[in-house]
């Protein structure tokens, strides 16, 4: 069997016990440990020397490399958050274009092919994720690297209308025409993909599902990201299990509500924040009977959008508990700490209510690690926006809109609510969805259609000595 080749932006901490708060870094690299490989990225560390780290850990051999500040500003901070990010989440109002950040993301993704070419054995499987490292196979095919390579884009892929907004959208979407396979989240955003490909680029849709364009030929699919259902459930569990710290006599039983995000304006924490305050006005009766902790660990916070989402943030959560708590009831508990996955899932495991509103988002693992910490005998009720992937599966949680502030509140009334039979029979049927599309199906459907797809003549790809280092 061919050897895997991960390339991702973030590569998930090496060392045992770290957090890694982010999707991309969670399920990569749970389907790494079973496969075995190579993983190789950025390794978070930005300097005027970057250095190259090979380390090998139990089946996996991380090759991370430094970066210099200008490649981290233009292609990570710039072109990669503060333009691709917002507009990919249909967020144009919080975007901006800058020509050199553009031009430092090509760069940075030609020097990242060029380290990893002679890593490189002729039969390995390349597998490439996210915006970051859009243009990678380009610069890959440019210096004659001949593997097969598979791109999957975690976050969503937004409407021609919306995609054409970024400058150079023909150049960019021109690039991904290199890989062999393309992965999305959902039909939705593949739909999208092909909607720009032929109505854009006059591209054409094969009679064998494949496409056409810029004289490459080559396949779009549908890959819902997931969870390893029985870890969770393991971990969930074993957290309920340590002691607890001795409750006071006095002490109430609340139920909780929780909601786990990077701190990100495309996770709706501002609504959802509204929506709570909104929920104890309207049902006073929950009053002193729930809290609601929000964990949410700061993430990309030199980019000036989560500055000022922050700030937003620290204010209303104040306004909520200035106006709410008593000297023996906190509403509502904001915690910007990360926490380790263990720590996570028992906390959701004992939340009756998982509330994940994201304005737009790509899968949200949240949603499906909610569901699989729940004790089956008495599970919680998940609250989820109709805009975050896992909606397409998790069709059985309480499915909101997050632009409705009244609908949220309605909704976590309801939750507080529901009957053990209720909660057990969507619980039940969500668990089928999860264990259906878990991160091992994920894998597994990605590699086989990209081996399936096997290697053919490809137009040649004239260099282009901008992007060339
Ligand atoms: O690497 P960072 O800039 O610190 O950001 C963390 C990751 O955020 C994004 O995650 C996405 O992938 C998840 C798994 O597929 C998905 O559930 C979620 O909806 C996405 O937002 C980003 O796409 C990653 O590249 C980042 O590493
Ligand atoms: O303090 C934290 C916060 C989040 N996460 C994990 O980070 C991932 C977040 O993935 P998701 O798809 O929900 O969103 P993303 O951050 O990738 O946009 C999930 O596996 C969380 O359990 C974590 O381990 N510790």
Redesign the pocket.
Known sequence: MSRLVVV???VAPIKAGKVA???????VHDALRQAGGIWFGWSGDVSSTPQTNTEVVGNITYVTMGLTKQDYDQY?RGF??ATL?PIFHYRIDLARYNRQEYEGYRRVNAMLAEKLKPLLKPDDIIWI????LIPFAEACRQIGIRNRIGF?L??PFPPPEILTVIPPHNELLKTLCFYDLIGF?TETDRLAFQDYMTREVRGILETDGSLTAYGQNFRAGVYP?GVVPDEIQELAESYRVRPRPQRRTTDVARKKIISVD?L?Y?KGLLERFRAYEAFLERYPEHRRAVEFIQIAPT??SDVKTYQTIRQQLESLAGHINGWLSDLDWTPLHYLNKSHDRRALMGLFREAEIGFVT?LR??????AKEYVASQDPEDPGVLVLSRF???ARELTSALIINPYDCIGMAEALDRAMRMSLTERKDRYEHMMRAIRAADLNAWRDNFLRDLRAFSSRPRAEVPSNPLFTV
Do not use: C, E, K, T
């Not at 994720?129 to 970051?132: A, E, G, Q, R, T």
């Not at 988002?361 to 949240?366: A, I, Q, S």
């Open positions: 991702s932006n973030r708060a982010g999707g991309l870094a969670v399920g990570y990669s958050n990010w994720h996210d915006y970051h999957f975690h976050i989240q990201i990077r990100d495309s993430s990309r994201p988002d790509g899968m949200n693992l949240v975050a992937g896992a």
